[in-house]
Structure formats: structure tokens, C-alpha cells
């Protein structure tokens, strides 16, 4: 079965634009996460969400950052005014609920110029 | 300056050999701990988990060992194969509310033929 997909695998953008970045979470899976890994770290939890409501945003580092799942199923994380530091992999995670085993997309490589 | 960052911890092994990565939890309020696999280019992958209440969990050709009077945990893989060679994260999470698993640091396992 299909797993989690994130799109696209790769954004290059210049410092002050606008991302959006879009995750499709395994069929049926009512959580989905997003984390943001920077190079030899592990991977940092950015926002959760329960069905169509976010559940926890408390780790969006700032009101630059921002993430939508308005059917309960595809979500995308939008970032405003880009700066360098956010240059990182975003990874998407989704499970079946809340407790649940978490599954990973390969992530969105995004690289702020 | 350097970043320390970029430096993973490094575990170099023959094929064949066992494994043990380490790793130092923070919380004493953390109670369920998750290893993750994650080879370059991909998102981590579940390997195995353990709860507070128990001090050791086996799967196939690993295991979890936890010391809960240390705040240390310890993925031991056996005869280890190249396909083994990835990042190794050990993830913790803190008793109650929804599962949002802090990672920490990650440590390089590299296996030669």
C-alpha cells in the first residue's frame, strides 16, 4: 500500500518568498505531524494534527509558519517570508490515531537562497 | 567555528558483528521510548519501541534494554548486515497527552562488508 508521500522532494526558493509545502498521509490515518529536521539532527516537532484541528502547534518556532489539513487528510505547511535558517528537510508523519506508531514521508528538502 | 551539529556520533562495525548504539534520555517523566531507522534520503522508520514499565523488549534481531535509574537506553542489533547502516534515533515521550516523541541527537551506524 501506498505510503506517505510529500511534495515536492526538493524546493529552492530566495530569502522573503513564500512556500507551501504538501503532505498526502496514508489512507485513513486521522493524525498527522509535521517535524522539521535540520543537517545531523534529529527531527523536530513542528505541529500535530487530530482529524481537521490542530491539536498541538506548539512547536511552530514563529507566526511565519503556519499548516492546514482542511479535509482531514492532506495537509500543507505554509511558510511565509522565508529566511535562511528555515533551509531544513520538513518531514510529515501520519498514524491511525493519536498513540499510534508514527509513518514517515521521505520529507521536503527545502533550501532558502 | 565548528558545529558540533554536524558531528554524529559514529559506531563503525563488520558485517556480522552485534551492535549497541546508546543513548541518554532527559526526562524522568518520559514513559514510552521508540527507536527509529533512517537511511539517507528518508524519513525515520519505527524499529522498535518500550515502555517505562518494562526493562527490556526483544523484535527481530533487536533489542531495546532501558535503565530507567540512569535515564539510558541501548538498541542492540544482531549480526548486524550492511542494509543496517543508517542514523539511529532514540526518541522519548512524556507520560500523558498526545504522542509527540522527542529525538534526540541520532548516531551513525556504519557497517563494513
Known amino acids: 500500500g501506498a505510503g506517505v508521500s510529500q511534495t515536492p522532494s526538493n524546493k529552492v526558493t530566495e530569502k522573503g518568498k513564500y512556500v507551501e509545502l504538501r503532505c498526502d498521509p496514508i489512507?485513513?490515518?486521522?493524525?498527522l505531524y509535521w517535524y522539521r529536521q535540520s543537517l545531523g539532527q534529529g527531527p523536530e516537532f513542528l505541529i500535530y494534527f487530530q482529524g481537521t484541528g490542530a491539536a498541538d502547534d506548539s512547536g511552530l518556532p514563529n507566526d511565519r509558519f503556519f499548516a492546514v489539513r482542511p479535509e482531514g487528510s492532506v495537509s500543507t505547511l505554509k511558510i511565509q517570508r522565508t529566511e535562511r535558517g528555515d533551509s531544513a528537510v520538513y518531514l510529515c508523519?501520519?498514524?491511525?490515531?493519536?498513540?499510534?506508531?508514527?509513518?514517515f514521508g521521505p520529507g521536503t528538502r527545502l533550501t532558502v537562497l | 567555528g565548528e558545529s558540533v551539529g554536524l558531528h554524529l556520533p559514529t559506531l563503525s562495525v563488520q558485517e556480522g558483528d552485534n551492535s549497541i548504539i546508546n543513548c541518554a534520555y532527559s526526562n524522568s517523566a518520559s514513559d514510552y521510548f521508540i527507536w527509529y531507522k533512517q537511511e539517507s534520503g528518508k524519513g525515520p522508520q519505527f524499529i522498535i519501541d518500550i515502555r517505562s514499565n518494562m526493562d527490556k523488549r526483544q523484535g527481530q534481531r533487536v533489542t531495546v534494554l532501558l535503565n530507567k535509574t540512569v535515564k539510558h537506553l541501548s538498541l542492540q542489533i544482531a549480526a548486524t548486515q550492511p542494509g543496517d547502516s543508517a542514523v539511529y534515533f532514540c526518541?522519548?515521550?512524556?507520560?500523558?497527552?498526545?504522542?509527540?516523541?522527542?529525538f534526540g541527537r541520532g548516531t551513525s551506524l556504519i557497517v563494513h562488508p
Open positions: 489512507s485513513g490515518h486521522t493524525a
Open positions: 526518541a522519548e515521550n512524556l507520560s500523558g497527552g498526545s504522542y509527540i516523541p522527542t
Open positions: 508523519a501520519s498514524s491511525t490515531q493519536s498513540q499510534g506508531e508514527q509513518f
